[in-house]
């Protein structure tokens, strides 16, 4: 199985600050038929289910604010918020769908400093 | 407007037996494959059971095997996972989720979500 990993457990940032969360692959996620990254990040508010926010580990979704970002490659990856609003305090999550079983990073908390 | 509606969580005791329902709605069911996801109580993220467009190809995570049976009624629109012989440990929030449209199955992103089911196993 694929294990993720992210970091940190929780952070906590400013308003209209950076946020970075990283999420390490214990294998490449990286498919070399379509050179493509096999990683999705999700959002979870409290109460809510979580919402796909990032596939393909830079393809932001339709309505997701453009401060929402994925970069990374392989087994390294990181989702940025450029400019953190109140709306965005939420666990995050990385997934790999490079190989079954589909698994999850642990989460990662981010509250306002 | 897509949505997925999760149904017959409840408390049961251990070695006991739930069938968790989702009803879909706002989409052509048949078309996506479907998944269970499940989040025990204040923890992270656990996928459960995958299962295909036509319902011939399944998987389920490790603990789950033997134990759980996913299914499918297209003629329905729902989805079903059969859970036996629960565990104290498969206490959690159960959640269908629809492949993304794009994904190659058994692997992809889910999305959109229902807002689950609470399955509690105790004495």
């Known amino acids: 199985d694929i294990v993720m990993t992210q970091s940190p457990d929780s952070l906590a940032v400013s308003l209209g600050e950076r946020a970075a969360i990283n999420c390490k692959s214990s294998?490449?996620?990286?498919?070399?038929?379509?050179?493509?990254?096999?990683l999705a990040w999700y959002q979870q508010k409290p109460g809510q289910p979580p919402k796909l926010i990032i596939k393909w580990a830079s393809t932001r979704e339709s309505g997701v604010p453009d401060r929402f970002s994925g970069s990374g490659s392989g087994t390294d990856f990181t989702l940025t918020i450029s400019s953190l609003q109140a709306e965005d305090v939420a666990v995050y999550y990385c997934?790999?769908?490079?190989?079954?079983?589909?698994?999850f990073g642990q989460g990662t908390r981010l509250e306002i400093k | 407007e897509v949505q997925l509606v999760e149904s017959g969580g409840g408390l049961v005791q251990p070695g006991g037996s739930l069938r968790l329902s989702c009803a879909a709605s706002?989409?052509?069911?048949?078309?996506?494959?479907m998944t269970w996801v499940r989040q025990a109580p204040g923890k992270g993220l656990e996928w459960v059971s995958s299962i295909s467009i036509i319902g011939t190809g399944t998987y389920y995570t490790d603990s789950a095997k033997g134990r759980f049976t996913i299914s499918r009624d297209n003629s329905k629109d729902t989805l079903y996972l059969q859970m036996n012989s629960l565990r104290v440990e498969d206490t959690a929030v159960y959640y269908c989720a629809i492949y993304g449209s794009g994904s190659f199955y058994p692997g992809g992103w889910f999305d959109p979500w229902g807002q689950g089911t609470l399955v509690t196993v105790s004495s």
């Open positions: 706002g989409f052509t069911f048949s078309n996506y494959a």
């Open positions: 997934q790999q769908y490079y190989s079954a079983p589909i698994t």
């Open positions: 294998q490449s996620v990286l498919y070399s038929s379509d050179n493509k990254n096999y």
